[in-house]
């Protein structure tokens, strides 16, 4: 079965839309209307863990377990200095930036930003190749 797809249970007619509410009733309303190729509203944290679980048939309690570990690793080695690469994916990594200066947008006053580190992500050619088709 290709990515992307729901599972639905054998029916006489998949097609109603009877028949479709015991397979999404689990799911938000962000994470249905990213079934479809217009949707826009971003999805969150509980319908990643939702679509993951619908993917791999655990549950969702033991998806958001590993979730939530994964992106507590990735954060704590982050915040270390270390560069997390996933293959295909992306790596995450802390980078430097320098003092500048900056202006105020309600006087026009000249300000002073200072150093600081930040995270960043950059995304993998597999996930490049994706996004564009």
Not at 3 to 23: C, D, E, Q, Y
Not at 74 to 81: A, C, L, Q, R, T
Not at 105 to 123: E, S
Request: proline content about 8%; cysteine-free.
């Amino acid at each position: 079965m290709g990515k992307g797809f729901l599972r639905l249970p054998p029916l006489a007619n998949p097609h109603t839309i009877g028949a479709l509410k015991p397979v999404v009733a689990g799911l938000s309303h962000s994470a249905l209307l990213l079934l479809s190729p217009e949707a826009s509203i971003p999805m969150n944290k509980a319908d990643l863990v939702n679509l993951v679980a619908a993917r791999t048939e655990l549950t969702k309690t033991d998806v958001a377990q590993v979730v939530d570990a994964a992106i507590d690793t990735i954060i704590d080695s982050v915040v270390e200095g270390k560069k997390v690469s996933i293959l295909g994916f992306g790596s995450f990594e802390p980078r430097e930036r320098s003092a500048r200066q900056g202006l105020n947008p309600k006087t026009g006053q000249k300000i002073k930003i200072p150093a600081k580190r930040v995270p960043a992500f950059t995304a993998g050619k597999l996930f490049k190749d994706r996004v564009q088709g």
